[in-house]
């Protein structure tokens, strides 16, 4: 079984930045995918960005820019900086894993944070 933690959420300005951080543990044989998440109230789940295992990386329009997804393969743990955050930021963030343990594929999910951008 795969936990994830997510750590980073709060409060903050309009224009200010946080930091994102969701830690993947359990019998891990291999991570794939690596993204970030958000659902706002009344709104769907959205991708907001992610990170295949080569590297490669996917943001949605809004975000282009200002944020930054990143991933430590040692620590199996992806990040997302955000960087002059809007109101319409304001969700909670999920961080979701893909990957397989020695047993069978797994995808996991974050027990999601909430980001609130004042303006």
């Known amino acids: 079984q795969v936990q994830l933690v997510e750590s980073g959420g709060g409060l903050v300005q309009a224009g200010g930045s946080l930091r994102l951080s969701c830690a993947a543990s359990?019998?891990?044989?291999?991570?794939?995918?690596m993204g970030w998440y958000r659902q706002a109230p009344g709104n769907q789940r959205e991708l907001v960005a992610a990170i295949l295992s080569g590297g490669y990386t996917n943001y949605v329009d809004s975000v282009k820019g200002r944020f930054t997804i990143s991933r430590d393969n040692a620590k199996n743990t992806v990040y997302l900086q955000m960087n002059s955050l809007k109101p319409e930021d304001t969700a909670v963030y999920y961080c979701?894993?893909?990957?397989?343990?020695?047993?069978?594929?797994?995808?996991?999910w974050g027990q999601g944070t909430l980001v609130t951008v004042s303006s």
């Open positions: 979701n894993i893909r990957g397989a343990t020695i047993y069978k594929p797994f995808d996991a």
């Open positions: 359990g019998s891990i044989f291999s991570i794939n995918t």
